[in-house]
């Protein structure tokens, strides 16, 4: 065994759980009746590093590790989790859980086995066993390509951050599944003054690697990428209101696609029947364009996962196919509803809190337009290139997006940048109109964290050029008489 | 938290810092956070989680020289702690000098006699049983059942009850404890709308004592209220025109200006407020306040997260704004000196933070302010995160509802309203009475004479 941080439950740890813990520490979940029960053992240490004002500033690490015990008796779940391995705190968990069930009978947990888990972030070495001068070199590196590159530059932050996260599972349906998930995030924050005006300009990425990120992504590609935002929204000119053509760039507007339609299809919210996608699975719910996929199989991708967190074998699900609905993203939950089986949707933020269906990587697939045509067809309208984030009303559909890097296009031409842009619509109406798709689909390398019910977990997003005919931009300006 | 309970907080953390003074630090600063909760969430009738968890851990920042690093764990046993501390101990060596970092003088450190009493801490809470918990959510949820035939769905109704205590104890002589708990309730009905879509909407109450908590029949009703409020909800026409935000959306508002006023935000010249003290930011209708000493207040607290006393300060005065809020790192990256507003996060970071930040009330009434307002836009919801703080640019989406000669008319959704915040804050014409201390940020209703609003 090579490495620093090891789980104390993983084999040769100080607190090992086997298959005989594991057993035991289920039945006791179940003693009081449930339908089923789970174990989640998580061990997680991140590190972070800032580098702010030319100097490394500060430099943190983090250890936190528990168990998380679930106990089901229909649409009801007992959760409880304690902080250390002992078996009396591991016991109390799951006896706390066992209450939600209460006054039934004991049920038999069938014996659990490991299961085989693919290996899609292999990593020769873990950042968090690297040396911390090299990951302070990056930085510098960063710092100093963005400074130099430009006068106008008057201040950069850059940070890395570095976590491993452990995790080991079992359930009352004999399944058990182990895991080591690693997870790099690179970011860089530039501010230009140019005459009183200030702008700022952002840049980062990463994904379950390890720092040989940096051999494709130089720290000196960053600094490129985040000064000429910042230089270019120096420009800016205050951002058209109405309704208009939206042309989303590749990469990054898949985030558009995660909010507006992704959420809709998880299965928790058709279960309860509160999204507007409940009961319409065989419909035409977006333009025959559209193919959209969750993918949790992508190789180092920042989504990507080998098991969830359910221990279930998430694939690639077709959740649209030409327009047509196919299906949802389920969690163990949701799958014994719909009668089918779970498709590894199951994400938990930690072991303090209870899975549901969540996203992975979520894109849409590419189409058959060269992306030069899309922006051609646009007489007014606006190109969004880079969004700052988004948020969904599941219920309906209704979204917003504002964009830190957007311009207007004339003509045909993409032509000035624009502040403030926001893009307001509805998931259903916009997947309905999207009207040309290019041939140049890309997975962003953007650092993704969804949000759900207080829960975040790392997400992937990826799409082609879309034209979206007619959306409201929410910008100032409002269109002379 | 008993007595002793909380003293064996302080006595581990007096061990941590004690063992990394002996590890080679110059400064060590041990935060230890103990806290227990229950939450209950029950959804169209039937009970739906019962979670019930402790928690404790550790976060450590040091330095060694001028160099600072800092860790955490949940991990209390033995190798744990060691862990904790030949970590921190590793990153300051690898960390560099930093000229401004290092605690207070110890001279400026508060101490309990100075530390006012703000009943934060209800021993009631504590006792509300899972049982109790899941009827009152239930009877809630109920209640927005009842209130309408068109509510005909639920996201559910929740019910958590949390107790915590935190000890910071530093190498520069401080050593205090702060408890406090927490209720609250939140119900989520669903409507269906005429053209197939569905109508989700909230409310909540929450309280430092369970005595202070609304009923949760009439937290159901109000949030089925305003889930109908918004059946056939429509977009406007692009146009300029006033816009009343209620108090929640206010509160939002305010919540971006209290990002703006923050000493990191300053020095690191990442806000539109730079360079502003002393000018106006704000109609001259504006007052704002941060003040920690609100009696069962969410946001109050006796002392700061570097051990400074707590204070009031006021930061904005008729529209003029009178200072920014520092811990004593940004006090000193801008010459000034600390208005005791430093936060330290339980992985042991410090920043600065505002307590309970306040837009004092008027006089008006909310109905007196619409009624005067011949066409407008009432905000009630706001969504998306469309805010540029280094320009004040703002842009979200919003709902609510149009105001046709001063009168709430037809709901509305999928618009956007725009306008510089610096802008938005002086154009205020109006503020109204309606202050609650139910958030850490609060507001009374408020007009905006003209922004943008995007549409059809």
Redesign the interface.
């Known amino acids: 065994m090579t490495g620093r941080y090891h789980a104390p439950f993983a084999e040769h740890g ?1 607190h090992t759980v086997d298959a005989d813990i594991a057993n035991r520490l289920l039945r006791i979940a179940l003693e009081k009746g449930g339908d089923y029960a789970d174990l989640f053992f998580e061990y997680s240490v991140s590190g972070s590093y800032v580098y702010d004002e030319q ?12 168990l998380g015990v679930r106990v089901m008796k ?11 391995f002992s078996f009396d705190a591991m016991k109390q ?1 799951a006896v ?1 859980a066992a ?2 069930a209460a006054g039934g009978q004991p049920v038999a947990p069938l014996a659990v086995s490991m299961r085989d888990a693919p290996s899609r972030y292999p990593v020769e070495v873990e950042s968090l066993d690297v040396d ?2 090299l990951k ?1 070199a990056i930085l510098e590196r960063a710092d100093r390509a963005a400074r130099a590159s430009d006068s106008r530059v ?2 950069v ?1 850059a940070s890395f951050g570095e976590s491993i996260r452990e995790v080991l599972i079992a359930n009352s349906r004999g399944h058990m599944a182990h895991d080591r998930q690693p997870l790099i995030r690179f970011g860089l924050h530039v ?1 230009a ?1 140019d005459a009183g005006n ?3 300009g952002s840049s980062g990425g990463g994904g379950r690697m390890g720092l040989e990120y940096f051999d494709g992504q130089t720290p000196e590609w960053h600094a490129e990428q985040a000064v000429r935002q910042a230089l270019v929204m120096l420009d800016a000119r205050e ?1 058209p ?3 208009m053509d939206v042309v989303l760039a590749p990469g990054d507007s898949g985030i558009l696609l995660h909010e507006a339609v992704g959420h809709g299809l998880e299965a928790d919210f058709n279960r ?3 999204s ?1 996608y409940s009961g319409r699975v065989g419909e035409e719910v977006a333009s025959t364009l559209c193919t959209v996929v969750d993918d949790a199989s992508l190789e180092g991708s920042r989504g990507s996962i080998n098991i969830d967190d359910e221990g279930q074998l998430p694939t690639r699900s077709v959740l649209i196919e030409g327009g047509v609905l196919k299906g949802y993203m389920q969690d163990r939950h949701s799958a014994d509803f719909f009668e089918t089986s779970s498709d590894g949707h199951g994400r938990r933020q930690s072991f ?1 809190s ?1 899975p549901m269906p969540r996203m992975t990587n979520t894109m849409l697939l590419g189409g058959q337009d060269a992306p030069e045509d899309i922006i051609r067809s646009v007489s007014r309208g606006v190109y969004a290139k880079k969004f ?4 969904v ?10 964009l830190t890097e957007g311009y207007l296009i004339e003509d045909g031409k993409v032509t000035a940048p624009l ?4 893009l ?3 998931g259903p109406d916009a997947m309905r109109n999207v009207v040309m798709l290019g041939h140049d689909f890309e997975v962003s390398d953007g650092s993704w964290t969804c949000g759900k019910e207080g829960q975040s977990v790392p997400v992937g997003v990826g799409c082609p050029t879309i034209k979206i005919a007619s959306m ?8 002379g008489g | 938290m008993s007595e002793a309970e909380a003293k064996a907080l302080v006595d581990l953390g007096r061990s941590v810092v004690e063992r990394t003074i002996a590890g080679g630090a110059d400064v060590a600063e041990v935060g230890v956070h103990s806290g227990s909760h229950l939450s209950v969430k029950a959804r169209v009738g039937e009970a739906e989680l019962v979670e019930e968890a402790g928690s404790r851990a550790l976060g450590l920042r040091v330095m060694v020289g001028r160099r600072v690093a800092s860790t955490y764990t949940s991990d209390l046993s033995d190798t744990g702690q060691r862990t904790l501390i030949e970590d921190a101990l590793e990153l300051a060596r690898l960390s560099e000098p930093d000229e401004f970092a290092g605690p207070p003088d110890p001279s400026e450190l508060s101490s309990e006699s100075q530390w006012a009493e703000l009943d934060t801490f209800d021993e009631g809470v504590s006792r509300i049983s899972a049982e109790e918990a899941l009827a009152l959510a239930l009877r809630g949820e109920r209640a927005a059942f009842d209130f309408d035939p068109r509510i005909t769905n639920s996201e559910g109704a929740s019910f958590t009850r949390a107790r915590g205590v935190s000890v910071l104890v530093t190498s520069g002589g401080f050593a205090g404890s702060d408890q406090g708990t927490y209720a609250s309730v939140v119900i989520n009905p669903i409507a269906d709308d005429e053209d197939g879509k569905k109508r989700s909407g909230y409310h909540w109450s929450s309280s430092r004592h369970y005595a202070d908590l609304e009923d949760s029949q009439a937290v159901g009703a109000e949030a089925a209220r305003r889930t109908i409020a918004q059946l056939g909800a429509k977009k406007l026409p692009t146009q300029e025109l006033p816009v009343v935000f209620d108090k929640d959306a206010a509160r939002s508002i305010l919540g971006l200006f209290a990002g703006c006023i923050l000493g990191g935000a300053i020095w690191r010249r990442s806000s539109y407020l730079v360079d502003r003290v002393g000018t106006r930011v704000a109609s001259e209708l504006v007052d704002i306040v941060d003040d920690p000493l609100l009696p069962r207040a969410p946001g109050s607290r006796a002392f700061d997260g570097e051990g400074l006393l707590s204070r009031h300060n006021v930061i904005v005065e008729g529209g003029v704004l009178q200072t920014y809020l520092m811990d004593t790192y940004s006090a000193r990256k801008l010459g000034l000196n600390s208005t005791c507003s430093a936060s330290r996060s339980p992985a042991g970071g410090i920043s600065t933070t505002t307590t309970n930040l306040i837009l004092k009330a008027n006089t008006q009434s909310r109905d007196q302010l619409i009624a005067e307002t011949k066409h407008g836009l009432y905000v009630t919801g706001m969504m998306g995160f469309g805010f540029n703080a280094v320009t004040g640019d703002f842009s979200r989406g919003a709902s609510g509802f149009l105001i046709q000669d001063g009168e709430l008319s037809h709901p509305v959704s999928e618009v956007t309203i725009s306008l510089n915040l610096d802008q938005l804050l002086q154009r205020i014409d109006a503020v109204a009475d309606d202050l609650d201390h139910r958030t850490a940020i609060a507001s009374p209703t408020f007009r905006v004479s003209s922004m943008t609003l995007a549409g059809a």
């Open positions: 100080s100097i490394l500033k500060s430099a943190r690490r983090a250890v936190s590790m528990g229909g649409d009801a779940t007992g959760y409880a989790y304690c902080e250390n968990a706390t209450q939600i911390g001068e302070k008057v201040r932050d501010i003054e200030r702008q700022s951002a209101a109405g309704e309860k029947k509160t507007n303090r209870h700052g984030g988004g948020q009303d599941i219920s309906n559909g209704d979204f917003v997006f504002s502040k403030g842009v926001n307001i619509g509805n409201t931009v929410g910008g100032t300006q409002v269109a």
